[in-house]
């Protein structure tokens, strides 16, 4: 599977509202990506049966990308600018990866979500407003930070868990 992106993959106003619930939340000590790795960022995990879950979820139905698979989590990474995320893969199943900021200061501000061709060449994935990016979870991955503010990243996980 190639990297999918969906632009404006919310209305402006659902899109405002998730941003706000991204800031409100409460978050824990983040994740270890790979056993070999201390834990990066911070972690809010999103029940499945919440109303956000289902507003980030309700765009995919339909998606053939998705269709056969079963969500088995939800959450929002955030990372302060200082951070520097793993290397890392999400199993098997489709990762989707929602940016909920509300502007974006482009090239120098970073913040791309990096991936690991099989070529060993990296594309990255600029954290647009409101984009979604859907992608096979075994795609060598990671996050960047942004050089100056907390990067928020809204993922859910269709398949299996790892």
Not at 7 to 25: D, K, M, S
């Amino acid at each position: 599977m190639d990297i999918k992106i969906i632009e404006n993959y919310l209305t402006p106003q659902i899109h405002r509202q998730v941003w706000e619930y991204c800031l409100g939340a409460s978050y824990h000590v983040g994740e270890v990506d790979n056993l070999d790795t201390p834990p990066t960022g911070i972690v809010h995990n999103i029940s499945l049966d919440s109303s956000i879950y289902k507003i980030l979820s309700s765009p995919l139905k339909g998606n053939d990308l998705i269709e056969l698979k079963s969500i088995y989590r939800c959450y929002i990474n955030c990372f302060a600018s200082s951070e520097n995320p793993y290397w890392h893969m999400d199993g098997e199943g489709i990762t989707c990866l929602y940016y909920p900021n509300l502007e974006y200061g482009y090239l120098n501000e970073g913040g791309e979500t990096q991936f690991l061709l099989p070529n060993n060449d990296i594309r990255g994935i600029l954290p647009l407003p409101n984009r979604m990016v859907l992608f096979d979870g075994m795609i060598t991955h990671r996050a960047t930070c942004f050089r100056s503010s907390f990067r928020y990243t809204l993922a859910m996980k269709f398949g299996y868990p790892k």
